[in-house]
T-cell receptor, first 115, second 111 residues
Framework: GNSVTQMEGPVTLSEEAFLTINCTYT??????LFWYVQYPGEGLQLLLK?????DKGSNKGFEATYRKETTSFHLEKGSVQVSDSAVYFC??????????????FGQGTRLTINP | DAGITQSPRYKITETGRQVTLMCHQT?????MFWYRQDLGHGLRLIYY???????DKGEVPDGYVVSRSKTENFPLTLESATRSQTSVYFC??????????FGSGTQLSVL
């Protein structure tokens, strides 16, 4: 089956620290990979995506590279800010001929950045 | 305003009662989804719909009913609420380029 595994949270860092949130997946097809972010009291928002192997998604200083050989899509940021405090979800979707595109989410990683 | 809206924002109900959570989108996107969010489980898909009058079960459909008589609305009904259905519920649509748009969520407490 298709699944996503994220590193256990919560993660607490100081401002300007380097961030890595690990994400690995299992998939029967050729998935697209996503990172979504959820700020307190809000719904999820797309942060970045990658649709094929070796693609790099980037947004707001965050990056993630689609690694087919290690089935990974780790999220990184070189210097985090307090405003990055949120819950981060890794997700995948499998393309199907019928066009059905259902996302499978990881369990989420809560990130807290201290000033 | 364009977008996806959910109502109510908060709901408290009792075991055994019927509850309906509303979801409305203004884009006319074909696909709509209902997720529940629980600690330790992330988001789990309850039901989804590919178009009006077309719905299908997701990962955790038991105890829930959906309908989609119009493209823009996708209500979720708990026919007889149980405590295990206490959760935060998110409705979503998928636009072009596979991007999911989420509503702000409904926090449901079943006492």
């Amino acid at each position: 089956g298709n699944s996503v595994t994220q590193m256990e949270g919560p993660v607490t860092l100081s401002e300007e620290a380097f961030l890595t949130i690990n994400c690995t997946y299992t998939a029967t097809g050729y998935p697209s990979l996503f990172w979504y972010v959820q700020y307190p009291g809000e719904g999820l928002q797309l942060l970045l995506k990658a649709t094929k192997a070796d693609d790099k998604g980037s947004n707001k200083g965050f990056e993630a590279t689609y690694r087919k050989e290690t089935t990974s899509f780790h999220l990184e940021k070189g210097s985090v800010q307090v405003s990055d405090s949120a819950v981060y979800f890794c997700a995948l979707t499998i393309h199907r001929i019928q066009g059905a595109q259902k996302l499978v989410f990881g369990q989420g990683t809560r990130l807290t950045i201290n000033p | 305003d364009a977008g996806i809206t959910q109502s109510p924002r908060y709901k408290i109900t009792e075991t055994g009662r019927q509850v309906t959570l509303m979801c409305h989108q203004t884009w006319s996107h074909s696909y709509m989804f209902w997720y529940r969010q629980d600690l330790g489980h992330g988001l789990r898909l309850i039901y989804y719909s590919a178009a009006a009058d077309i719905t299908d079960k997701g990962e955790v459909p038991d105890g829930y009913v959906v309908s989609r008589s119009k493209t823009e609305n996708f209500p979720l009904t708990l026919e007889s609420a149980t405590r295990s259905q206490t959760s935060v519920y998110f409705c979503a649509t998928v636009g072009r380029d596979e991007k999911l748009f989420f509503g702000s969520g409904t926090q449901l407490s079943v006492l």
